[in-house]
């Protein structure tokens, strides 16, 4: 075996636990549906380099505690404070593990309304786009000094807008086909993600590793369901309102307005896939359909597709 080469890194755990969860309030249920990753990395090195096992928690052992505090943690409901439980848990039980990196995805489930009321019981699935967070939580300041480095936000969300988009003065060289539109539709596959500042987390019980938040202030990552909500609401707002000269200039509002309504997010990047639906030139049966005004029949192009993104910093 050569002995060239060294490890600079090395990060391991369980991928795409599923995991679905009913909270009882009496007749009225609660239900959430993660698929959640949770990685470690710590005094590991010798696993890799000299095929030591001694140092290594089952990734079958991680899957389990993922289990474990989805029937045990009072977070369960919040992704953002599941996620900091469960890696905080990892880093506390384990003393060789230094840091937990943990990622949680939340499917939908909406109430049914029946009579205009919401239902105790009876969900169903409105919408394909997730609800993500990534947590990293980091004990090598000392295991009662946990730090929590919260990334959140929103991935595969479908929008588009018939008008109220425009595509002009773009560089027009012997390489340019495009004609330039004043009206166009604009559809994109919206991910967001939006990173917190760093967020001390103190431990409230020893063995279940049970966590509070230090601030548990308006818009830190323990207010995280408000904090998506906004998100959300902002990135559609925009979206809808904008007349907009291109993605990039759409992009860049709504990642100032999420900056501006948040003072604990500190960065906030989109990647907004440009979804072309190209008019159909109908002069074969003398029909027009090219002109902005007149166009009404489209093919939806699966590919290629424009690769909008951007980070926007405080
Ligand atoms: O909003 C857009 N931005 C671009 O950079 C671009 N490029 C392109 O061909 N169409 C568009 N649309």
Redesign the pocket.
Known sequence: MSNEGYLSYARYGKDKVRVFRIVREGKWHHVVEYNVCALLEGAIETSYTQADNSVVVATDSIKNITYYLAKTSPHILHPERFAIHLGSFLVKKYPHIHKAFVSVEKLRWKRIEVDEKEHPHAFFRDGEDLRVTSVEIDGTQGKDKLVAKVTSGIKGLLVLKSTGSA?EN?IRDEFTT?VEVNDRIFSTSIDLSYTFSPFPISITDGNSGEVSAVDDGKGTPWDGESVAELARKVTLEVFAKDESA???ATLYKMAQDIISAQPHVTDVQYALP?KHYVPVDMKYIGLENLKPDSAEVFVPLAAPS?L?SARVLR
Do not use: A, D
């Open positions: 595509f773009f495009l291109s993605v990039q440009n424009g909008i």
